[in-house]
Nanobody
Framework: VQLQASGGGMVQPGGSLTLSCVTS????????TGWFRQAPGKEREVVGF????????YYTDSVKGRFTISRDNAKNTFYLQMNSLKFEDTAVYYC???????????????????WGQGTLVTVSS
């Protein structure tokens, strides 16, 4: 499975962006889609994840209520809608797909088998 992330850019604080991740083939319903980010000088961290089949999504505390993961089956694409962006959201964002894992493991980058190339989000005034 190949992933192609896009949608990054520069936005002012309080603004919105939607990141897209196109998959070369539709993930099985037993797969999880995840978004991670890596800020300069920091380790990669989970932003959120959601099973391709739908259901509840998990979001890291710092983005809860602001970010939403969704998908479009017809387009083999999943999204990260980001609202009320803050300076600290500046990072390279990565999309990832992996087989479904127990909840705690799904937050780990090592649980994902396929990765997009990353797209840069810069929040700046």
């Amino acid at each position: 499975v190949q992933l192609q992330a896009s949608g990054g850019g520069m936005v002012q604080p309080g603004g919105s962006l939607t990141l897209s991740c196109v998959t070369s083939e539709r993930p099985s319903s037993t797969y999880t889609t995840g978004w991670f980010r890596q800020a300069p000088g920091k380790e990669r961290e989970v932003v959120g994840f959601r099973d391709w089949s739908g259901g509840n999504a998990y979001y890291t505390d710092s983005v809860k209520g602001r970010f939403t993961i969704s998908r479009d089956n017809a387009k083999n694409t999943f999204y990260l809608q980001m609202n009320s962006l803050k300076f600290e959201d500046t990072a390279v964002y990565y999309c990832a797909v992996g087989r479904r894992r127990p909840f705690g493991l799904a937050a780990l980058a090592s649980s994902y088998d396929y990765w997009g190339q990353g797209t840069l989000v810069t929040v700046s005034s």
